[in-house]
């Protein structure tokens, strides 16, 4: 079966710009968490939807957005871009639900660079 | 709140030799433990997981990994290093309840295989 889809895999943008970035989760998978990737600060969580509700949600500036489509698909978006989000956006999905540990399934990620 | 400790950033092993990454971990519930596994220019890949079940944990391409709770320590290992090997390992710990999908990175281990 597919696996997560993220994209766009590459993107560009300038400091003061806005990005939205796509995830679409294993079929059948309610449960979509977005990471951000840096060389620095390594693997960071910044947010976890499930059903369309944000449940969790790590610490990052408001500019750091998300949403959860009926369908399961999540977007996430940042806002007045700096510098320092130049990362790699990783998107996970999982079973969500039920007692255990769900096992999260990642995406290739979506690189960002900003200028 | 649940933290994860890898050290050693870069990690080289000769071929067929042992491979022994080293994760501690903090938790002030009884955690879950992952280790994941990440080659260039995609997404982490599960290797294997910790849910209570069994302390000794044997994963996809011949990793294992022990649970330790007197030591709070979950190290990978693997008897006979392989040139494929070479990737960024990452040791998570979460606390989730089945309603919790948070995960807290280690900062990972660049592994090395020297021919």
């Known amino acids: 079966k597919a696996g997560v889809t993220q994209t766009p895999r590459y993107l560009i943008k300038t400091r003061g710009q806005q990005v939205t970035l796509s995830c679409s989760p294993i079929?059948?998978?309610?449960?979509v968490s977005w990471y951000q990737q840096t060389p620095g600060q390594g693997l960071q969580f910044l947010f976890e939807?499930?059903?369309?509700?944000?449940?969790n949600k790590g610490n990052f500036p408001g500019r750091f957005s998300g949403r959860q489509f009926s369908n399961s698909r999540s977007e996430m978006n940042v806002s007045t871009l700096e510098l320092g989000d130049s990362a790699l956006y990783l998107c996970a999905s999982s079973l969500g639900g039920g007692a255990g540990a769900n096992v999260l399934t990642f995406g290739a990620g979506s690189r960002l660079t900003v200028l | 709140a649940q933290s994860v400790t890898q050290l050693g950033s870069h990690v080289s092993v000769s071929e067929g030799a042992l491979v022994l990454l080293r994760c501690n971990y903090s938790?002030?519930?009884?955690?879950?433990l992952f280790w994941y596994v990440q080659y260039p220019n995609q997404g982490l890949q599960l290797l294997l997981k910790?849910?209570?079940?069994?302390?000794l944990v044997k994963g996809i391409n011949g990793f294992e990994a022990e649970f330790k709770k007197s030591e709070t320590s979950f190290h990978l290992t693997k008897p006979s290093a392989h040139m494929s090997d070479a990737a960024e390992y990452f040791c998570?710990?979460?606390?989730?309840?089945?309603?919790?999908?948070?995960?807290?990175f280690g900062k990972g281990n660049q592994v090395v295989v020297i021919p």
């Open positions: 938790s002030s519930v009884p955690p879950y």
């Open positions: 079929s059948g998978h309610r449960s």
């Open positions: 998570a710990v979460s606390e989730g309840d089945g309603g919790n999908n948070r995960l807290a």
């Open positions: 910790y849910t209570s079940a069994a302390t």
């Open positions: 939807y499930f059903s369309e509700t944000q449940r």
